[in-house]
């Protein structure tokens, strides 16, 4: 009799890296928008107007780059922000179908006024660990996006985005 695999089990899945960033993921964008409901600002609309705030006049091609968020999905990001007016699109002097985004003021005004609830979030996303722990995953799952980055469906590009990696001057 041929030996039979073990029955799969929900520890398989519950056990997985994979299920446990997605879960982590789901958790982390919760904490977000609870923390940050008085703004009405989902957690990648925020990474949109910091990119935008430290590149003025940046495109939406090398938006999605900087911020590694898929170009087709962040038309309607960046539609949002501009119908709550933080951002405002202006045709490039060189090609009038290129838009280049720009931070409104009340843009810079939110970008100001949220800090204390972005910070508030992600500290409670690993306020159950030990501090040393903290600074243990931190550094792991940065290693772990740098090493992957290539096989994401929308590579984070360090040329793009050199103060997120930590390489500026």
Not at 104 to 113: C, I, M, P, Y
């Amino acid at each position: 009799m041929p030996n039979r695999p073990p029955p799969v089990t929900m520890d398989a899945v519950y056990t997985r890296p994979g299920y446990l960033f997605r879960r982590m993921q789901q958790i982390a964008v919760a904490i977000f928008v609870e923390e940050c409901k008085a703004f009405d600002l989902t957690p990648v609309q925020y990474a949109a107007l910091v990119a935008i705030r430290t590149h003025p006049g940046i495109d939406a091609t090398r938006l999605s780059a900087v911020i590694a968020f898929d170009r087709s999905t962040l038309g309607s990001v960046i539609e949002r922000l501009e119908a709550k007016a933080y951002i405002e699109r202006r045709p490039s002097r060189e090609d009038k179908r290129v838009k280049l985004l720009y931070l409104t003021k009340a843009g810079e005004a939110l970008l100001r006024d949220i800090v204390p609830a972005v910070d508030r979030a992600q500290a409670r996303m690993l306020q159950p660990l030990k501090a040393s722990d903290r600074k243990t995953l931190l550094a792991l799952l940065t290693q772990l996006v740098d090493l992957n980055n290539e096989a994401s469906r929308v590579p984070l590009r360090a040329e793009d985005a050199l103060e997120h990696l930590g390489k500026s001057n």
